[in-house]
């Protein structure tokens, strides 16, 4: 599909009953794994590109065309609508955040998500009155042509204010965001006066709470439109790792040797029939 119906199909599924679950890829094997379990769109990680590449999440060391061209090669594997995780838009003025918005639609992007975050640890957060131009430049050039998410951070920087919380995504729905998101609500009262709040547009939750994760029929019930992990898998794929290489290095060489048989892995890329089979 082309970018204009990556973008429908990605609305249509916010539309959709129970909205839809978005889990985040890395790279091209676990895109077409996700797929092949059902999953109808995808989302990158910021925080995993930037760990794959041995670079901190957060602290614009990851560049606008290392994760389009992360995002994309996602999309070009699996053919699913991508959510790209385009952090702060790549820079602190409106101005960036549209230029970012055009990079992601030429990129292929059926959506992508922009924060208020500042990158500078002594001033995490865009004030109020900023993180709106923001996003009202991003929706303008993204009207009718990508999925826009607004997202703002308080609680993931320690500033757990839900009604500062509410009024910046209010204000981000009100510019043109197409989709609201705070990553780390407290609970599930925190979701629902969120969801609430910025009806009826869609919310997309981290997970879960932050008392726990609940089942997915939970959040649904509380009206929540799309579910994403962030870098979730990411860190379990690494916490598998971490456990084999304990064992490899204390001497057990049998949980190293369990794993998805190559064979596996090749028949779910392109072209896999005319490649070898390797061990």
């Not at 009155?129 to 009207?143: F, L, P, Q, T, Y």
């Not at 500062?164 to 780390?184: C, H, K, M, N, S």
Request: some cysteine.
């Amino acid at each position: 599909m082309k970018q204009p119906e990556l973008y429908e199909r990605f609305r249509t599924l916010h539309e959709q009953d129970g909205g839809v679950v978005m889990p985040n890829a890395w790279d091209g094997t676990s895109a077409l794994l996700l797929k092949q379990a059902g999953f109808q769109a995808l989302g990158s990680s910021s925080a995993a590109i930037a760990f794959a590449l041995g670079r901190p999440d957060g602290a614009h060391q990851v560049s606008r065309l290392e994760a389009l061209e992360n995002a994309a090669l996602l999309g070009k594997l699996t053919g699913l609508p991508i959510n790209a995780d385009l952090e702060d838009g790549f820079g602190p003025a409106p101005e960036d955040c549209a230029a970012t918005v055009e990079a992601a639609i030429a990129a292929g992007m059926a959506g992508l998500g922009i924060e208020d975050t500042t990158a500078d640890p002594a001033n995490p957060i865009h004030n109020f009155d900023h993180a709106v131009e923001r996003i009202r430049e991003a929706a303008r050039v993204a009207k009718g042509r990508i999925l826009l998410t607004g997202r703002t951070d308080n609680y993931l920087f320690g500033r757990p204010d839900l009604e500062d919380t509410i009024r910046r995504l209010v204000a981000f729905a009100d510019v043109g965001a197409d989709v609201l998101y705070a990553p780390l609500l407290p609970d599930m009262d925190a979701i629902r006066a969120v969801v609430k709040a910025v009806a009826p547009k869609p919310v997309n939750v981290l997970i879960g709470p932050g008392t726990g994760p609940i089942p997915i029929a939970e959040l649904r019930a509380a009206g929540v439109r799309r579910i994403s992990l962030g870098s979730a898998l990411y860190r379990h794929a690494m916490a598998c790792l971490r456990d084999v290489a304990t064992a490899l290095a204390g001497g057990n060489i049998a949980p190293a040797a369990v794993g998805l048989p190559s064979r596996t892995i090749m028949d779910l890329l392109p072209d896999s029939a005319s490649k070898a089979t390797s061990p």
